[in-house]
């Protein structure tokens, strides 16, 4: 079995602000489904949206080799789609996966592990698809050797200008196959190797766990050039890493998001570090939200699940949306993935249910608004908040009238005296509601 406890880490690309000020929120109810298993499926699913909007989630079948790698479709709103089998010929059932969108469009995969159809080759190895995903083709190139292939986290990243950097235990190399960069002092102790380009310097930043006991979260500037390494340390490490990663959109920065056994943290490479909750977490993950948000999500071995976002200066947070995993579950969170390009974040919990073993299961999680309505003599003015940014043109109703936020955020009507209720909808959030009063 297991350790109860792990270390988890992610990677986003963000802003230089970060001051994390969430506030407890009501539960929300999420709908569950599972997506991976039965039987021990494996530990990393590769997570990419295309330009149509479109979540291809990659995730291996696990258990007995060999093994079988889908792609499993999901659309903006969340809901299943299609299903493509990549391969059913995988000799690594707990193999790291690791998805790119490519600049001509293109899907490019990286799996951990060995395959028979081109060679008996172990190591890391890459297949393409069409935007679509409808088919999968196996490229001859391996690389990383044995350790490669029985990483069970690896990573991959663009460049700036569209170069393919991956990275396994601790180790990095751009190109395919990939030239070498010099290995990390903690590279020969590191599980796993999570990569992010920041999207202002295009500095690629390598993370991972380090340590056969105590350890640490390992982070250092790999391209162009090393940068300064860091150590975060944590003394709860157990054995265990995975990752949910993805740039900022359209800001500079690279966040690494991890939990331990006091707290969940939040830290940006060349910055500070800052404690999001306290308490026994076991997983951690961070992924970019549209405008510059981030969301991040923890949890707990107690089969609960914290998600918040970020306003679009990564500098404060929504309510946190406290969720419960699915009943059937046992023995807590394991792992967490995310992706939230779309504006809504999709989460990946990995947790074991009694019928079917280890495997991934699926939420789509709407973001929070904030409303507040401030009542005057004969009118009121509602104002509708995402993380303290302002949201335009929220649809509001107030005693049957229909309303519209400017671009302050902020709607004004006129009312009789008297006590009102207000709700906000707006597409990609959860709705609101206020009450107030008019003299």
């Not at 992610?10 to 039987?39: D, Q």
């Not at 409808?134 to 350790?147: D, I, K, Y």
């Not at 380090?210 to 940068?227: D, E, R, S």
Request: proline share 6%; aromatic share 6%; net charge positive.
């Amino acid at each position: 079995m297991r350790p109860a406890h792990r270390v988890r880490i992610a990677l986003v690309l963000a802003a230089a602000a970060l001051a994390v000020g969430v506030v407890a929120a009501a539960p929300a109810a999420p709908s569950w489904t599972r997506l991976s298993g039965p039987n021990n499926a494996g530990d990393q699913l590769g997570l990419a949206r295309t330009p149509d909007g479109t979540l291809h989630v990659i995730w291996n079948r696990g258990n007995k080799t060999p093994s079988s790698i889908f792609d499993t479709r999901f659309s903006p709103s969340g809901s299943r789609q299609a299903t493509t089998t990549v391969t059913s010929h995988w000799d690594g059932a707990k193999g790291g996966l690791a998805l790119l969108v490519m600049p001509d469009k293109t899907l490019r995969l990286f799996a951990a592990g060995g395959h028979s159809s081109a060679t008996s080759s172990s190591g890391i190895s890459t297949f393409t698809a069409p935007a679509s995903g409808a088919s999968w083709t196996l490229q001859p190139e391996v690389w990383g050797g044995a350790v490669a292939g029985a990483s069970g986290i690896i990573g991959a990243t663009l460049t700036k200008d569209g170069q393919v950097v991956t990275g396994w235990r601790g180790t990095a190399g751009e190109g395919l196959p990939p030239s070498s960069i010099p290995q990390n002092a903690y590279a020969a102790d590191q599980l796993g190797t999570h990569l992010a380009t920041d999207a202002g310097s295009g500095a690629v930043v390598l993370a991972g766990v380090y340590g056969a006991g105590n350890g640490g979260v390992y982070v250092q500037q790999v391209l162009p050039g090393t940068g300064k390494a860091v150590v975060l340390p944590d003394n709860s490490y157990n054995n265990d890493v995975i990752t949910g990663e993805s740039p900022r959109i359209g800001a500079p920065g690279v966040f690494v998001a991890y939990a331990d056994t006091k707290a969940a943290r939040l830290y940006r490479y060349g910055g500070g570090s800052k404690t999001l909750a306290r308490g026994p977490f076991t997983s951690a993950t961070v992924c970019a939200g549209p405008g510059g948000r981030l969301w991040v999500a923890w949890g707990d071995s107690k089969d609960e699940l914290f998600v918040t976002r970020s306003n679009r200066a990564a500098g404060g947070f929504e309510p946190v949306q406290k969720l419960t995993l699915p009943q059937q579950t046992t023995n807590g969170l394991r792992f967490l993935q995310c992706e939230g390009s779309a504006g809504p974040v999709d989460v990946f919990a990995q947790v074991a249910d009694k019928a079917n073993g280890l495997g991934f299961w699926h939420a789509h999680v709407l973001a929070q608004l904030s409303l507040r309505a401030q009542g005057a003599k004969g009118k009121a003015t509602i104002s509708g908040r995402d993380a303290g940014d302002p949201v335009a043109g929220l649809a509001i109703t107030v005693a049957g009238r229909h309303l519209k936020t400017d671009t302050k955020g902020q709607a004004t009507i006129t009312l009789r005296p008297g006590s009102y209720s207000a709700t906000a909808t707006a597409a990609g959030y959860a709705p609101a509601s206020t009450r107030f009063s008019v003299r």
